[in-house]
C-alpha cells in the first residue's frame, strides 16, 4: 500500500512535468517557430495600433462599415459565450424581431423579404468574425450611401466583398461568408486610393 | 444544394473517421502487445528510461485489486493536487492577468471534473484560471483521464483473452505506453496543425485594444493548442475558453473545426478495431462498431432534420442562434452528437439554443451511458457492459449458460453488470428531481418552460455520465451544483470502473470453452439487432418519460407557436 502511494506520488509528479512543461513548450516552440503572428492571436494593426484580432469580431454600428453578428457580450469576450436561450424563449423572439426592425431601419433588409439569420441570431462566441456574404451584400447599398460613392464605385466595393468571401468547398459554392473586420479594414484601404 | 454539400461533407468525415480509425486501431495493438512499431524505435528507450525513474518493474503483474487500488490512488492524488493548484494560484507563477484564488467548492468541482474525464465547466476559463492552473493542472489530468480509461479497456480485454490466475496487467506500465506511444504523438500533430489553422499557444498577457470604431476589446490569449488538442482527443471537452470551440481562437476554421470534430470520436472509434486485433476477432469487433455508427448516424439524421426544419416563431430563417457562421447548421449538428455520443462535451455551438429534438439527441446520446463510441477506453469499456447484458439475455432465451469468447457469464458478473448500468441512471433521475425540487436547484435555471427542466435534466445526465457540455443557461456555479454534479461525475466514473475491474477480475480466473454448434455467435448481424435493442430499450424505459415532458413538450409547444 505505501509502495503503491509512493509510486503514484512519483508517477505524478513526473507526468505533471512532462505533459504540462515538455509538451506544452514543444508546441510553443513549434508554434511560435513556424507560425508566430496565428500563435500569438492573429493581431492586426492600424496606425502602429493594437486594433483587435483578425479572429475576433468586432462591434460595428456605423453605417459606412459592414456589421457583424449581434453579440449578447457586445463583443468584449470577457468571458466569451452566447445567450444559452432556448427557441421558445420570448426574451430570444423578442431580441429577434428588434434586431430585424433595426435591419429593416438601416435598410439592409427589404421589408417581408428574408430574413438573414445570421443577421438576427447572436452568435455562439458572442465574437463570431463572420457573417455570409448574402449578409454582407444586402448591406452595400447602405454602406456606399454613407461613403457618397458613385454607381462604379458602389460595385468596386460589391467586388471587395467577392473578393473577401471565403468558402468551405470552394466548388459546391455553399457556405461562403467573409470576415466582417477584414473587410471592412480593406474597405477603409480601398476608400483611401480613391482621395488620391 | 445545400442539403447535398451537408450530405458531401458528412460522407467525407465518416470515410476520414473510419480510415483513420482502422489504421490507429492497428497501431495500438502493436503498442499494448509489444510488437515493434513505427515509434517504438524513438519512444521505446524514452519508455525504458521512464520506467527507471518511476522504479516501475515492467514486467510485474497486477491483480484486479491491485489494479483498481493503483488507478484509484493515482486519481485521488490528482485530485488533490489540481485543488490546491487552484485554491493557490495568485501565488503561483505564470498568471499575467492577476486572477485571485479559485473558491474552494468551485475548485473542487473542476477537479474531480477533469480526472473524472468529464470536463464540466462551471467557470470560465479566460477569467478564472491561469496559465499555470491550465498547462500543469488541467493539461495534464486531460492527459491521465484519457490514459486511465485506456488501462481499464486494456483489463477488461486481457481478461475476456486470457486465462493465467489472476494477472491483469501492470497499471503504470498501459499508462505510460498510453501517454508516450498514443496520446503525445497525436496531440502534438493535431496541436501544431491547430496553431496553422490560427489557435493561438502564448504566454504574453491579454492583448488590450482599440477596436476600428474605437470601442475597448480585450483578447484572451494563452497556450490553448496544446491543451485543445488533447481535449478533443482525449474525450476530455473542457474548454480553454469559456466558449469552448465556438471561440474563434479555439477553434478558427472550417478545417480546424472538421479535425476537431474528428478526433472527438478517433480514439474511441480505433479502440473497437484495436480491440478486434487483440482478440483475434475482427468480425465480433465489426459489429460492434457498426452497432455504434449507425446509432451515431442516426442521431445526426434526426438531429439535422429537426435544426434543418426550423421554427414556426421563425419562418424561413435559418436557426443561427448560439452557432458559428463558419460552421454553419451542419457542422454544428454533427459536433452535438459526436461530443455527447463521445463522453467530449466540447462545443461549437450552443446546445441551449439547438432546436429542442436536437438537444433531446444530445440528452439521450449522454443517457445511453456514453457507448456509442464514448469516452476514450470509457465508451467500448461501456459497451462491454452492455454486450454482456445481451449475451445474458440471449442465454436466458434460449435456455443455455451464457457465454462470452468462451467464458461463462454467471450471477456474480451480472449483479456487478447492473450496477454498473444503473449507477449512472439512478443519479441523473434522482440529482435532477432534486434539481428540480429544491430552491437551490430552480434558482439555477436561466429558460422558463420545459426548456428550464431540460436544463437540469441536462446537467445531471452529462456530469453522471461523464460528458460535460451543458445547456449552459443554467447557472452552475454555485455550492448547490458545484457539489452535486460533483458527487454526480465521481458515481458516473468510479461507479462503473470499480465494477468493471471486478467483472474483469472474475473473467480472467475462468476456463474457455471451445466454441460449438451451441455456441451463441457474437459476430453476426442478428447480435448486431439484439444489441441495438437492449441498448435502446434500458436507455427508453428510463428516459423516456423525462425527455418527454423537457424536450419533447416544449418541441411541441413550438410547434403552436408558443414562447415562455
Redo the contacts between chains.
Keep these: 500500500?505505501k509502495r503503491?502511494?509512493l509510486?503514484?506520488?512519483?508517477?505524478?509528479l513526473?507526468?505533471?512535468l512532462v505533459?504540462?512543461?515538455v509538451?506544452?513548450g514543444?508546441?510553443?516552440a513549434?508554434?511560435?517557430v513556424?507560425?508566430p503572428r496565428?500563435?500569438?492571436?492573429?493581431?492586426v494593426t492600424?496606425n502602429q495600433?493594437?486594433?483587435?484580432?483578425?479572429?475576433?469580431?468586432?462591434?460595428?454600428?456605423?453605417p459606412q462599415?459592414f456589421h457583424g453578428?449581434p453579440s449578447v457580450i457586445t463583443?468584449?469576450?470577457?468571458?466569451?459565450?452566447?445567450?444559452?436561450?432556448?427557441?421558445?424563449?420570448?426574451a430570444?423572439?423578442d431580441s429577434?424581431q428588434a434586431r430585424e426592425k433595426s435591419l429593416v431601419k438601416n435598410g439592409d433588409q427589404v421589408p417581408g423579404g428574408?430574413?438573414?439569420?445570421?443577421l438576427?441570431?447572436?452568435?455562439?462566441?458572442?465574437?463570431?468574425?463572420?457573417?455570409?456574404t448574402a449578409s454582407a451584400m444586402l448591406q452595400v447599398e447602405r454602406v456606399a450611401y454613407a461613403r457618397h460613392c458613385s454607381v462604379e464605385q458602389k460595385s468596386a466595393i460589391q467586388r471587395l466583398v467577392e473578393k473577401n468571401t471565403?468558402s468551405?468547398?470552394p466548388w459546391?459554392?455553399?457556405?461562403t461568408?467573409v470576415n466582417v473586420?477584414v473587410l471592412?479594414?480593406n474597405l477603409?484601404k480601398l476608400q483611401e486610393t480613391w482621395k488620391k | 444544394m445545400i442539403i447535398i454539400s451537408d450530405m458531401l461533407q458528412f460522407l467525407l468525415f465518416l470515410a476520414a473517421f473510419i480510415t483513420l480509425a482502422y489504421i490507429l486501431g492497428k497501431y495500438f495493438d502493436s503498442v499494448f502487445t509489444g510488437k515493434e512499431n513505427i515509434l517504438s524505435r524513438i519512444i521505446g528507450p524514452i519508455e525504458k528510461y521512464t520506467y527507471k525513474l518511476l522504479g516501475v518493474n515492467s514486467t510485474k503483474q497486477m491483480n484486479w485489486k491491485e489494479y483498481t487500488w493503483a488507478l484509484l490512488l493515482l486519481n485521488g492524488l490528482g485530485l488533490v493536487l489540481l485543488v490546491a493548484m487552484q485554491l493557490l494560484q495568485n501565488l503561483l507563477p505564470a498568471n499575467p492577468e492577476k486572477l485571485p484564488a479559485v473558491g474552494f467548492w468551485l475548485s473542487l468541482n473542476t477537479a474531480i471534473s477533469f480526472v473524472t474525464n468529464t470536463n464540466w465547466q462551471a467557470y470560465a476559463g479566460e477569467t478564472t484560471l491561469s496559465y499555470f492552473v491550465q498547462m500543469f493542472g488541467l493539461t495534464v489530468q486531460n492527459f491521465l483521464s484519457a490514459a486511465t480509461g485506456i488501462a481499464v479497456l486494456l483489463v477488461l480485454i486481457r481478461a475476456i483473452g486470457t486465462r493465467k490466475g489472476e494477472d491483469l496487467g501492470n497499471y503504470w506500465v498501459d499508462m505510460t505506453r498510453a501517454i508516450l506511444y498514443i496520446l503525445i504523438p497525436l496531440s502534438i500533430v493535431m496541436a501544431v496543425f491547430l496553431v496553422s489553422q490560427g489557435v493561438v499557444q502564448s504566454f504574453s498577457s491579454y492583448a488590450h485594444v482599440t477596436t476600428i470604431e474605437g470601442a475597448k476589446q480585450v483578447i484572451p490569449l494563452g497556450p490553448a493548442a496544446s491543451q485543445v488538442a488533447i481535449k478533443q482527443l482525449g474525450t476530455n471537452g473542457g474548454g480553454y475558453f469559456n466558449a469552448n470551440s465556438a471561440f474563434p481562437l479555439e477553434n478558427p476554421t472550417y478545417w480546424s473545426n472538421f479535425f476537431q470534430v474528428l478526433s472527438i470520436i478517433l480514439i474511441p472509434g480505433a479502440l473497437v478495431f484495436m480491440f478486434g486485433f487483440m482478440l483475434n476477432s475482427k468480425k465480433h469487433a465489426r459489429i460492434v462498431f457498426g452497432v455504434m455508427l449507425f446509432l451515431f448516424v442516426a442521431g445526426v439524421a434526426v438531429s439535422y432534420v429537426s435544426e434543418m426544419s426550423g421554427s414556426p416563431l421563425y419562418k424561413g430563417t435559418v436557426l443561427m442562434e448560439g452557432k458559428e457562421v463558419r460552421f454553419g447548421v451542419f457542422q454544428s449538428i454533427l459536433w452535438s452528437v459526436a461530443t455527447t455520443v463521445a463522453s467530449n462535451g466540447s462545443v461549437n455551438a450552443m446546445h441551449s439554443s439547438l432546436s429542442p429534438v436536437s438537444g433531446l439527441i444530445c440528452m439521450l446520446n449522454m443517457q445511453l451511458g456514453e457507448i456509442i463510441f464514448g469516452g476514450v477506453g470509457s465508451g467500448l469499456y461501456g459497451m462491454f457492459l452492455f454486450i454482456l447484458l445481451t449475451v445474458f439475455i440471449a442465454g436466458l432465451m434460449i435456455g443455455r449458460t451464457p457465454e462470452y469468447f468462451g467464458k461463462k457469464i454467471e450471477a456474480a458478473e451480472m449483479r456487478w453488470v447492473m450496477a454498473a448500468v444503473l449507477i449512472p441512471n439512478l443519479v441523473v433521475l434522482l440529482f435532477s428531481a432534486a434539481g428540480l425540487y429544491l430552491r437551490d436547484g430552480l434558482a439555477g435555471i436561466a429558460n422558463p418552460g420545459p426548456h428550464g427542466l431540460s436544463e437540469v435534466l441536462y446537467a445531471f445526465s452529462s456530469a453522471a455520465n461523464n460528458n460535460g457540455s451543458a445547456f449552459a443557461g443554467l447557472n452552475a456555479n454555485t455550492n448547490f451544483y458545484n457539489i452535486l454534479t460533483g458527487m454526480a461525475m465521481l458515481c458516473g466514473r468510479f461507479g462503473v470502473i470499480v465494477p468493471v475491474m471486478a467483472i474483469s477480475g472474475s473473467l480472467v480466473k475462468k476456463n474457455i470453452a471451445p466454441v460449438t454448434s451451441g455456441t451463441f455467435r457474437t459476430d453476426t448481424l442478428l447480435f448486431a439487432f439484439l444489441l441495438t435493442g437492449v441498448i435502446l430499450i434500458v436507455g427508453a424505459l428510463t428516459f423516456f418519460p423525462v425527455l418527454a415532458i423537457g424536450p419533447g413538450l416544449e418541441q411541441l409547444l413550438m410547434y403552436l407557436g408558443k414562447t415562455f
Design positions: 500500500m503503491t502511494i509510486q503514484s506520488c512519483k508517477f505524478l513526473l507526468f505533471t505533459l504540462g512543461g509538451y506544452t514543444l508546441v510553443y513549434a508554434a511560435n513556424f507560425f496565428k500563435a500569438q492571436g492573429s493581431l492600424s495600433m493594437l486594433a483587435g484580432s483578425e479572429l475576433i469580431g468586432q462591434g460595428f454600428s456605423l462599415y453578428r463583443n468584449n469576450p470577457m468571458p466569451s459565450g452566447g445567450s444559452n436561450l432556448g427557441l421558445t424563449s420570448l430570444l423572439h429577434v428574408a430574413v438573414p439569420g445570421d438576427v441570431f447572436s452568435s455562439g462566441s458572442g465574437v463570431d468574425p463572420h457573417i455570409t471565403e468551405n468547398f459546391l459554392g455553399t457556405n461568408y473586420l471592412n479594414m477603409d
